[in-house]
């Protein structure tokens, strides 16, 4: 057989092929097994040290996610490096083009360093974790994980959306400290205030006791009026998280009483008069 002008018999070839095939497999193998062992490794430290240190649950996930991931990607690297030193390939001559070609790059992809240089400073700063609630980059919901480059936030209807870090401007964190659960309820012009109070005052000695509230919830009384209705509201502090089930089960107990005591939660009306010619 000729190679390049070059004959060789086949047994020749395959001892020049063959222990080079034999290396890139045991360095695949060799990846695959340390890759995994490395990612259980980081995870467990991270959990132990967060236990030590009494970090958060969602601080560890953050710093367990982002290790993980800056393993992957240095591991990667080096696989690509020692595959290359395999094959003969001079690695030097390689390692300067990539730092021409990176920094040729790095003028052209100012969005990346961007979100680098962003997602470090929201990191240290601690603005956002995982599983924290939050409004960033004009989307709402769940935190899943916060990277370098992006962040994965998953929306209340399931969409999970990645927002470049650059994109994440005034971060409302809705998950840090106690919450408020709210609720506005609406009765007709025509019923009496003070007795709506005082239902109102009956339900919230009932949810006092519940675990679930910091602080209240406690009558605020009339709010606003409505073109319909009186608008009165109730108000406490929460757990995190757990004020919209607060706000739920609050409005169905009230609506309870309401019926009870005869108080009608109004709907909107239109009343419509015809002249005749």
Known sequence: ???????????????????????????????????????????????????????????????EKLLVNLFSYVMIFIFIIMLFALLGLDIGPLLAGAGI??????????????????????????QI???????????DGIVEEV?????????????????????IEGVANHSRGNMRALVDIGISYHDNIDQAITVLE???????????????????????FGSSDVVLRVVGQTENGEQFGCERD????????????????PYPHQVFIQKES
């Open 1 to 63: 057989m000729d190679i390049f002008g070059i004959s060789l018999d086949p047994s020749e070839i395959v001892s020049i092929i063959g222990p080079i095939i034999a290396k890139i497999l045991l360095l695949i193998i060799a990846f695959l097994i340390f890759v995994p062992i490395g990612r259980k490794a980081i995870e467990k430290t991270i959990q132990r040290a967060g236990k030590n240190e009494r970090i958060s649950p969602g601080r560890v996930r953050t710093l």
């Open 101 to 126: 070609i990176g920094l040729a790059v790095g003028f052209g992809a100012q969005g990346l360093v961007s979100d680098v240089v962003t997602g470090f400073f929201i990191l240290l700063e601690r």
């Open 129 to 139: 974790e995982i599983d924290d609630y939050v409004t960033a980059g004009g989307f």
């Open 147 to 167: 990277g370098l480059r992006t962040t994965k936030i998953r929306g209340f209807n399931g969409t999970l959306n990645f927002v470049p870090n650059r994109h």
């Open 202 to 224: 009956k339900v919230c000695i009932e949810f006092q006791t519940d675990e679930r509230f910091k602080d209240g919830p406690n009558v605020l009384g009339v709010q606003s």
């Open 250 to 265: 609050m409005r169905k107990r009230i609506k309870e009483m309401f019926d009870t005591e005869n108080i009608e939660i």
